[in-house]
């Protein structure tokens, strides 16, 4: 090996090494399973899987009703489930997290990024519900990023769960819309609540009937009949 061809080499074992020891992108678990790819109502992603800019359309309706056979656009049942810039609208309930480790990111960097014209999640009556069996769950932004919500009845519900993260969000109702009658609530109005915290005590395990160890920082949130934020 002559001097040149050496230092050519030795360049090169140099810029393998630098690439190696750059920051994370900020990208989780490596690249998507998909990537802007459109399903149908009811969707149930594997465990461990990774989807970036998911798109489900259950309906047209600007005011789905709140059934007890609710049309769903995401069912998270299995483990580890990561959601980036989604587009989910129109459901009874945007997404039904009933497994561990879910995140829904709002990543300013990436494909299918939202804004307050055209949001990830609208028009669900419940836009994102963790239930039994929900823990270790986040929604946060990347990059600077923001997760837009606009017109959900209510837009984040947590009924079970712990360890969970809810920030970097940006939710409102600008207008009212006749969203079906609650009992107490009827007529043109707008949202019930932004994020709604109430453990519901038949959601939870029998060894720890509590809602606990859940963080709720740097939400946006208005447009609301009751209040942004319920705890």
Same mark, same amino acid.
């Given at each position: 090996?002559?001097?040149?061809? !050496?230092?050519?080499?030795?360049w090169m074992i140099l810029g393998v ?16 399973? #998909? #990537? ?7 969707? #149930? =992603?594997?465990? *461990?899987?990774?989807?970036? *800019? =998911? ?8 005011? =789905? ?9 995401? /069912? ?24 561990? !480790? ?15 014209? &055209?949001?990830?999640?609208? &028009? /669900? ?17 990347? /990059? ?12 984040? *519900? ?8 809810? &920030? ?6 600008? /207008?009212?819309? @006749? ?33 606990? @160890? ?5 939400? @946006?949130?208005? !447009? ?8």
């Open positions: 090996m002559n001097k040149k061809t !050496g230092l050519l080499f030795a090494l630098l690439v190696g020891c750059l920051p994370w992108d900020g990208s989780p678990r490596g690249e998507p399973d #998909t #990537t802007s790819q459109t399903f149908g109502e009811g969707w #149930t =992603p594997e465990a *461990n899987s990774v989807h970036l *800019n =998911p798109r489900i359309s259950c309906s047209a309706d600007p005011t =789905p009703a709140n059934v007890a056979n609710a049309v769903r656009g995401v /069912n998270v049942v299995n483990a580890n489930v990561v959601l980036i810039n989604p587009q989910i609208k129109g459901c009874s309930v945007g997404i039904l997290v009933r497994a561990d !480790g879910f995140e829904l990111l709002a990543d300013k960097s990436r494909a299918g990024y939202a804004s307050a014209a &055209s949001p990830a999640i609208q &028009s /669900n009556y419940r836009g994102v519900v963790f239930d039994r069996g929900a823990f270790d769950y986040e929604i946060k932004g990347l /990059n600077e990023g923001e997760l837009f919500m606009r017109n959900n009845y209510i837009p984040i *519900n947590l009924q079970a769960g712990y360890g969970c993260l809810i &920030s970097d969000t940006d939710i409102d109702h600008p /207008n009212p819309l @006749d969203w079906d009658s609650t009992g107490r609530l009827s007529g043109s109005r707008r949202a019930k609540v932004g994020i709604k915290a109430r453990a519901y005590y038949n959601l939870l395990p029998v060894s720890d009937r509590s809602l606990h @160890d859940c963080v709720i920082r740097s939400n @946006d949130v208005a !447009g609301f009949e009751e209040e942004g934020i319920s705890l």
